[in-house]
């Protein structure tokens, strides 16, 4: 990537609500989570909306305590009609006691042709932190 940067646009905070985890048990050496999604809320300056209750995030988790997800729900944007969500990330414990969980993802939506038909071809990439049970997802379009 020789001089070439990445830019990066704030397109929405995600607050999503979550059950808490249930285990499957170990599989292939990991342990293997549900966590399913119970609502939230979804805010930016492209578009406002609901978390609507009924996806999932299937979650590794790694023997050093790192966990892969794979969260896949939906966002009901009122009149914009719905919005299919797929976030792949990665969230591994602090490296010191007072700072926060490594929490990054990749996200892709899936939307209905027309003024958000922009997000279907557009890499998103996330950071996020968790308080209780919501994971707080902030949403950058890479430029």
Known sequence: MSGTGIA??????????V???????????????????????????????????????????????????????ALDLGNAGRVMVENTGIRRPPATPDARPYFRGVLRFQAPRGALDWLNSTLFLTTGHREGSTVHLEVAEVL
Do not use: M, W
Not at 12 to 17: D, N, Q, T, Y
């Open 8 to 17: 990066l646009r704030h397109v929405a905070l995600l607050r999503v609500e």
């Open 19 to 73: 059950a808490a985890p249930e285990s499957l048990g170990i599989l292939d050496g990991c342990e293997r989570r549900i966590v399913r999604i119970l609502g939230g809320s979804a805010e930016g300056p492209f578009f406002k909306g609901t978390v609507v209750a009924g996806g999932n995030d299937i979650q590794t988790v790694r023997p050093d305590g790192s966990v892969e997800l794979v969260a896949r729900y």
